[in-house]
């Protein structure tokens, strides 16, 4: 894991703030809850920290690094959304270790991972079953478990 910093962030559409001027920094290993109303900016305060949305300014630090020009894909974060989407033509050992097939990891260190996972998540007996055979709990377990295998620096969870 890894420290995140924001300082002085910023994000606006058009000349609405949505976020402004937030400042925080997380410790390696420190958990984070942010707290507010709908609509105060909670979820496009992950979305900037993930690089989904483009901050107007300030600094978001990943560990020492600035991350502010790093696509989504180059910061090392899981993020889990509140509508989490689970493939549906898959079963949970596939549906977990689908991030790390597609990054061309071998199939052995897949197994590990997924078993890793599965096994922290109380998942064991479910991995051959298909999401619409899951109680909604046991599918965000899996959608946390797609987070846990890629061993991110960050999770993010909304």
């Not at 790093?70 to 889990?80: E, F, G, H, T, Y």
């Not at 619409?132 to 959608?143: D, H, I, N, P, T």
């Amino acid at each position: 894991m890894a420290k995140v910093t924001l300082k002085n962030v910023v994000k606006r559409y058009g000349s609405v703030p949505v976020v402004n001027d937030l400042s925080i920094e997380i410790q390696d290993k420190e958990f984070a809850v942010l707290v507010g109303s709908s609509g105060c900016g909670k979820s496009t305060a992950l979305r900037m920290i993930a690089g989904l949305e483009i901050i107007t300014s300030g600094e978001i630090y990943i560990g020492d690094t600035l991350v502010n020009d790093l696509a989504p894909k180059d910061r090392d974060i899981a993020m889990v959304f509140q509508n989490y989407a689970l493939y549906p033509h898959m079963n949970v050992r596939e549906n977990m270790g689908f991030g790390l097939k597609i990054r061309k990891f071998s199939d052995a260190e897949i197994d590990a991972r997924v078993q890793e996972a599965a096994d922290i998540l109380g998942l064991g007996e479910l991995l051959d079953r298909k999401p619409k055979e899951l109680s909604g709990g046991q599918r965000q377990r899996v959608a946390v478990g797609r987070a846990i295998v890629r061993k991110p620096k960050v999770f993010l969870f909304d």
